[in-house]
């Protein structure tokens, strides 16, 4: 997206939503498919259009730099022509606050759902080319393909609807700025659309066609469709990058493993701190992308990390994949040795890694049935499998 040009057209990514039918604490455009958040997969499309934009992004209360930093991330700089703002409690009013960023330049003005992420580039173009045209407005639709009935409250067919006059209607959608300012300015009732919105107000909306990868991720299904349609794309490259390590016990040092301090628990001999886990997953990510291993890229004998933690290796290990162009999509951890009791802080354990990783983290424990070194509780190990993917290539 350039900025050396003031924009003629701007696009507000409506992200302000709880996303609570997706039962995920995160609101909804901060979820992660296939290890990057909805919004950031979003906003792909639009800063690939053909003219330079002004981009708005409403977000929930609290997501505001969360948000900003991945516009950042995806410009790749600092631009002009970014925005961000709270949303409201519904998208009109979330609308309503972005129309007030407005560049003095725009006269186009497109409103996309975060939540459709895979709308190509295409259909926005076609979007602004239609509202210039025609000089009102325009959103992408699909034929309606099923028979549609309607129902009673108790759900007894009353009669078959004409579906060829129906379009199951997406975003962006379109208007002339005037028009679509001058709709929220005027009403005081509440519509699911832009587009209703503007026709209350007295103006023409055409549907054009649309595509069906702009469709909504709604539900944890339409997640996992979401996460496959990536996974299928010729520009995802899935690795699997595996780590083991081993570290014998130590009654001098001090119990970390996973990120985490056990007191009163017997330590791991090492030149670190001898966490066994946080050591195997940098293996595992850099292995994934190629970067080589934790004894070529920290050493053993760098006194600046001597003592050092485990979350001091993980967050540069995530760094160096993410400045080779890759996420982390998922990481699993099984602990083999006598003590400590992994399950007492599993859960502990899963959120401080899933937090530095920014992917979802499971671990496991167990024994070798007093076998081995390990069952003799000489020491602990982090054994394959160890899964660490998909990562994508961006």
């Known amino acids: 997206m350039s900025t050396n040009k003031k924009p003629c057209v701007a696009v507000i990514v409506v992200a302000a939503g709880s996303g609570t039918r997706l039962g995920h604490r995160e609101p909804k455009a901060f979820v992660t498919v296939a290890g990057r958040a909805i919004l950031s997969w979003a906003l792909e499309p639009v800063l690939a259009m053909s003219e330079p934009v002004q981009l708005i992004v409403t977000a929930p209360e609290g997501y505001v730099d969360a948000a900003r930093q ?10 002009s022509d970014i925005d961000v703002t709270v949303g409201g409690s519904t998208r009109q009013e979330s609308v309503a606050a972005a129309l007030l960023l407005l560049k ?30 025609s000089g009102s407005g325009a959103l992408p639709g699909l034929a309606v393909t099923d028979t549609i009935k309607r129902t009673d409250p108790d759900g007894q067919i009353l009669d ?18 005037a028009q679509l300012v001058a709709a929220h300015e005027s009403t005081s009732e509440e519509f699911t659309d832009d587009a209703a919105a503007v026709t209350a107000a007295g103006h023409p909306v055409t549907v054009i066609t649309g595509d069906a990868r702009g469709f909504k991720i709604t ?11 990536i ?17 014998a016990y130590d009654e001098t040092k001090p119990l970390w493993l996973a990120g985490l301090y056990w007191p009163e628990e017997v330590g ?9 886990v946080s050591h195997a997953i940098c293996d595992a990510l850099l292995s994934a992308a190629n970067l080589g291993d934790l004894g070529s890229v920290f ?10 933690h485990g979350d001091v290796f993980l967050r540069e290990a995530v760094r160096l994949v993410h400045q080779a162009g890759f996420q982390v999509g998922n990481v699993t951890v099984q602990i083999v040795g006598n003590h400590p009791i992994v399950s007492r802080r599993r859960a502990e354990a899963e959120t401080f890694l899933s937090g530095i990783l920014g992917a979802p983290v499971s671990v496991a424990g167990t024994t070798t049935d007093a076998l081995g070194f390990t069952g003799r509780g000489e020491g602990v190990a982090r054994w394959p499998p160890h899964s660490c993917g998909p990562t994508t290539s961006y």
């Open 160 to 177: 078959t609807v004409d579906r060829s006059a129906l379009s199951a209607v997406q975003t962006p959608q379109g208007f002339p700025r």
């Open 70 to 79: 991945l516009m950042v991330e995806s410009v790749g700089a600092v631009a």
């Open 299 to 308: 050493g053993t004998s760098d006194p600046q990390f001597a003592e050092a």
């Open 231 to 247: 996974m299928t794309s010729t520009e995802f490259d899935i690795r699997v990058g595996s780590g083991t390590d081993v570290h």
């Open 268 to 276: 791991l001999r090492g030149h670190s701190d001898g966490d066994v």
């Open 219 to 229: 539900t944890e299904w339409d997640l996992r469709r979401a996460e496959q349609l």
């Open 104 to 133: 003095p330049s725009v006269d186009v003005v497109l409103v996309h759902d975060a939540a459709r992420p895979f709308t190509p580039t295409a259909i926005f173009d076609s979007v602004v080319a239609h509202v210039r045209a």
